[in-house]
């Protein structure tokens, strides 16, 4: 009988108010990105999460990462301060690199959602990651379409078994 053990990867700060990483490492690995992490930890999935892990199965992933474009912990993401902390960013933005290197990660699945619009530098933050990760010439996708205001759909909103399609991040972060 053969059990699977699920191998977590998981990085937050030592007081555990940020979240950089957290995922299940697999052979085939997808990095899902959304906006901050809520309460999630290894074996305590919250609903978003519960949904990546189930749409990157249906598309064919053997493990995934979720990545947030600010990592600082909230259950509601208007409860994030109106200033961004530029210490704080930098270190996600360097932590999403070397981790997307160490895992052999090609393809980053954008689900920001309209929480994008919450605070003013989210849409700088998503910028300054995609240009940390633009010389690794990596494969940017979505679920299904974009949102009626032009974002990429959250995870919580879109079907298990939707399919992932090619995103322009490149004109997308242009206009934000």
């Known amino acids: 009988m053969s059990t699977n053990i699920t191998e977590w990867i998981y990085i937050h700060n030592q007081n555990n108010t940020a979240r950089f990483v957290l995922g299940e490492k697999g052979d085939h690995m997808i990095a ?3 906006i901050n ?6 074996n ?3 609903n978003t999460l519960k949904s990546v892990k189930r749409i990157t199965d249906s598309n064919g992933y ?3 990462v979720m990545y947030n474009v600010y990592p600082l912990r909230a259950t509601n993401p208007k409860n994030l301060s109106d200033i961004v902390d530029t210490e704080l960013h930098s270190l ?3 932590i999403i690199k ?9 393809t980053i699945w954008i689900a920001c959602g309209e929480v994008i619009e919450t605070r003013q530098y989210l849409g700088q933050c998503l910028t300054d990651i995609y240009q940390k990760l633009s010389p690794l010439n990596l494969q940017w996708k979505i679920v299904n379409t974009l949102t009626q205001s032009g974002h990429p759909r959250h995870p919580l909103y879109v079907k298990t078994d939707s399919s992932l399609s090619e995103f322009d991040i490149a004109t997308y972060c242009k206009n934000l």
Not at 98 to 106: D, N, P
């Open 32 to 34: 899902c990105l959304g």
């Open 44 to 46: 305590e999935l919250d």
């Open 37 to 42: 992490p809520s309460t999630a930890v290894p």
């Open 92 to 94: 996600n933005c360097d």
């Open 98 to 106: 070397r981790t997307v290197k160490e895992l052999g990660i090609t």
């Open 62 to 64: 053997k493990g995934w």
